[in-house]
């Protein structure tokens, strides 16, 4: 995250500031905190990582480590069907949180067979959330620092982050009128008793898809991008000539250094899926 100085009350930002840009809070959503309404400002700007996963190919990371809120529900929504698909959305995602915290508590129960089922697509909702927080987030912002490798100059990096976000948008959109189609179709099974996953899955599916598509159009046309080195990346390219567990090491302990929890999930992810591109 990254202390800006908007006023003359804060002669030194770096003393309350330190060097590493993740200690100060856990989340890196950008807040202002006023202490004086005449003095000055603190702007915590979100942070994302560019991470190198191959010679010229570049993928977006966020790791926000505070729990983040399950409904999304940012706007008034407009009367009909719109407002109800967007209801029984942020009522999805509020279950789906609070079904994890329960499962938590409740480690050595022995569910029946609807329930372990239930739990899976819970369960699977939740990974998925995490997944697409970046996008979702993005969707709030104005200004966003991205961290980089410093051996990359930030001109050739933010091409890379528009061409991304295009990647994303164009996939969530393709994936959106595929899972339309489903939700439509899932409603006929509302005549069978018992819950009905599979509008459940669409309706996830459908929901998620459009947060992203949001959140990658405000990143490609609205965000301010603001651009910082990090050399701790640059180890990033260099684990990619490595071999596996030699490479998985070299990542965890970059992700220690950057506390970046997840990142060694999300590398192994995002370069087994680039080796497998033709």
Not at 132 to 156: C, E, I, M, Y
Request: with cysteine.
């Amino acid at each position: 995250m990254r202390l800006t100085h908007l006023g003359p009350a804060l002669s030194h930002p770096r003393t309350l500031a330190p060097s590493h840009p993740r200690t100060l809070a856990p989340s890196h959503i950008r807040t202002l905190a006023h202490s004086h309404p005449r003095t000055f400002d603190i702007v915590i700007s979100m942070d994302v990582f560019v991470i190198p996963v191959g010679a010229d190919r570049y993928v977006l990371y966020y790791d926000q480590t505070a729990e983040p809120e399950p409904a999304p529900e940012d706007e008034p929504a407009a009367s009909g069907i719109i407002a109800r698909f967007q209801r029984r959305f942020s009522d999805l995602l509020r279950e789906a949180e609070e079904h994890r915290q329960e499962r938590s508590e409740q480690a050595g129960a022995s569910p029946s067979w609807t329930r372990r089922i239930q739990d899976r697509m819970m369960s699977w909702i939740a990974k998925r959330v995490a997944e697409q927080r970046l996008l979702w987030n993005l969707r709030k912002q104005d200004h966003v620092v991205a961290v980089h490798p410093s051996d990359t100059g930030f001109d050739a990096v933010l091409p890379q982050i528009h061409q991304a976000l295009q990647r994303d948008y164009e996939r969530h959109r393709n994936w959106l009128l595929v899972d339309t189609l489903g939700l439509l179709a899932s409603a006929l099974l509302t005549l069978v008793p018992g819950p009905n996953l599979l509008a459940y899955y669409f309706l996830f599916r459908v929901g998620g898809h459009w947060l992203s598509m949001r959140g990658a159009t405000q990143g490609r046309r609205y965000v301010q991008w603001e651009g910082r080195p990090c050399e701790s990346l640059n180890g990033l390219r260099e684990a990619l000539r490595l071999p596996r567990r030699e490479r998985q090491l070299l990542v965890q302990q970059i992700a220690a250094a950057l506390c970046l929890r997840h990142l060694p999930t999300f590398f192994e992810r995002v370069t087994a899926k680039g080796n497998r591109q033709p």
